[in-house]
């Protein structure tokens, strides 16, 4: 029996009754790597894979962040096996218009046809009728935020909410003249981008979006740190007895209610190591020290 832990008050997306937990879980590094192709091929250990998904539930995190080009479609068939039947309060969230090369690389995939396609095989491997949360994956710069009209895939999107294959819509890898563009055709419940403690251009999007009710989603929460601001960052976790995700995770927690957590890992110790960050207050002065990070970094 595993022990549940207070993973903080719940998000409700906006103009839905989709109540999550703020901590989540995100899946890709279940997915394996061969050589040099990263996020390709099954884990080495199916098994532990699909433990760490389980013991995730069992501590009750709703949230499961996903993709089928993780792999492609490792990822999802994992998560089918591991918890099909799902969960009633299950969310799962899958992002589109990506395909992976045969040497891995990440290929936009933005047609009609592919982004129509990639919500049928993400329903096929889930073993969904209809799936979740839908995220559009903005394709411009594989790396970062990247300008470039997105009213055409929204629009896909939003036929096949209409068909029943889709519930909500969200966006990743986006910027804001995107996320209002995307707002003119569909309702978003959610917006996924980098964001930590040093990786901050996103502060005045995380305020517009908390005043409209819709989560924003960081990715990558240890990413872009310079060594000295580590070092900074694991100063801070050593005189507060915790690990320095454990700190970066609160932080972003602390930051904005409306911040949704997805970290991912492919071990059930680091696993129980994240979701005990749900329970790390930061004093006041801690989080002046940390906010200092991001305000050194000039992002």
Known sequence: MVEQTELTASFTLPGTSIAVNRMGYGAMQLAGRDGNKLVWGPPRDVDGAIAVLREAVASGVNHIDTADFYGPHVTN?????????YPDDLVIVTKVSARRGDDGSW???FSREELTKAVHD?????GLDTLDVVNLRGMFNTHEPAEGSIEGQITVLAELQKEGLVRHIGLSNVTPTQIAEARRVAPIVCVQNQYNLAHRADDALIDDLAR???AYVPFFPLGGFTPLQSAALSDVAARLEATPMQVALAWLLQRSSNILLIPGTSSVEHLRENLKAATLQLPSEVVAQLDAIGRASGH
């Open 77 to 85: 068939q994992i998560i089918r096996k591991a918890l099909a039947p």
């Open 212 to 214: 409209d009710g819709i």
């Open 122 to 126: 993400n329903l096929q491997n889930l």
């Open 107 to 109: 290929i936009p995939a």
